[in-house]
């Protein structure tokens, strides 16, 4: 005999005219974990320069705003090798150590060595297991560096996963399981006084020592003032700056470094400063022809390219894109 309940359910499903059960989804895709060598074969080939250039995924996972592509594979002494160093947005260096499988004594000791001799401000270890002796080891040393913030490096031990929905490509999620108390606070803290703005344009052109780089900035810095922008000096480079809205009523365009460099400031231009958007400089058209001019791979928010990238034969092509920058500011200066 049918059950009293399902019979009354059944009863006032009919008489409504609707189905007694939810529907069945049509199609749902399935997550599905793996580890990382099935999703990248080689640590040193392929996982580590994902990881470069996925710095901003694992900023994510350990509170903190990366900056950029990281410099990978970094010798050390001993004919060995970092796998990554990245600075956060105030200039603070992080090592990252990575690795397939359980998290190995190497991998640590080499990532806590370099810290010190870098005086970085971090060390993050990436792998898919962590062993409870090391998150001991490294909450003792989080324990010391908030003790010590002259000398104290932070630590985070971050457990990594591939993960993907059916047949589309893998992707990295990282879980800290390990991480410091007020790392912000201590870098705040611990952060020599910034340096002052260089002097003159002159002691900017005293830096450069290729000379091919220094006819190339000349070329562009110098053609932005005779267009009637403005151009600032702050400690390590010129900042090409236009009219914009702001509260100061300027906004930074490129900065132009010595070394050739030339740093792009996708954040700014998404108001990160500001508060103020700027539509035409936040698209995929825009951004996909940065990356393509400049070398970068669409996720960086404070972008740098490599050193000497800035040539004589880059100069029209990175004032172009200046142009492009400065009128979408003045345009919205009118909306």
């Given amino acids: 005999m049918e059950p009293p309940l399902l019979h009354v359910r059944a009863w006032h499903a009919e008489r409504m005219s609707i189905p007694s059960a939810s529907p069945t989804p049509k199609s749902m895709g399935r997550l599905q974990f793996g580890r990382l060598t099935e999703a990248w074969k080689g640590e040193a080939s392929g996982f580590t320069p994902l990881l470069g250039e996925r710095l901003d995924q694992l900023g994510e996972a350990i509170g903190v705003d990366l900056a950029s592509v990281g410099r990978t594979e970094v010798a050390t002494a001993g004919d060995r090798r970092i796998d990554i160093v990245a600075t956060d947005t105030e200039g603070a260096i992080l090592v990252i150590e990575n690795q397939y499988g359980r998290a190995d004594h190497d991998h640590l000791t080499r ?12 060390l993050v270890v990436v792998a898919e297991e962590h062993r409870d002796e090391f998150r001991a080891v490294a909450q003792y040393l989080n324990d010391l ?54 002097a003159s344009l002159d002691a900017f052109w005293g830096l450069i020592h290729d000379p091919t780089t220094r006819r190339a900035a000349e070329t562009v810095v110098n053609r932005w003032a005779d267009s009637g922008y403005r151009r600032r000096m702050a400690p390590s480079s010129v900042v090409l700056e236009a009219a914009g809205p702001s509260k100061s009523g300027v906004r930074t365009v ?41 070398g970068f791979n669409g996720t960086e928010r404070l972008a740098y390219t490599k050193p000497g990238w800035l040539t004589p034969e880059r100069v029209t092509s990175l004032l172009e894109f200046c142009e492009q920058v400065a009128t979408a500011y003045a345009t919205a200066l009118l909306i």
């Fill in 254 to 294: 490129v900065a132009v470094f010595a070394d050739g460099r030339v740093m792009v400031p996708f954040g700014a231009y998404a108001g990160t400063n500001s508060g103020i958007a700027i539509d035409p400089l936040t698209t995929e058209e825009f951004r996909r022809d940065a990356d393509a001019l400049f």
């Fill in 111 to 122: 990532g806590l060595a370099y810290a010190v001799a870098s005086h970085a401000r971090g």
């Fill in 145 to 198: 560096a908030d003790n010590d913030r002259e000398r104290g490096i932070a630590v985070w031990l971050v457990e990594a996963r591939a993960v993907r929905v059916d047949d589309s490509p893998w992707a990295p999620l990282f879980t800290a399981v390990v991480e410091p108390n007020g790392f912000v606070a201590t870098v705040e803290q611990a952060r020599p006084a910034p340096p002052a703005p260089l």
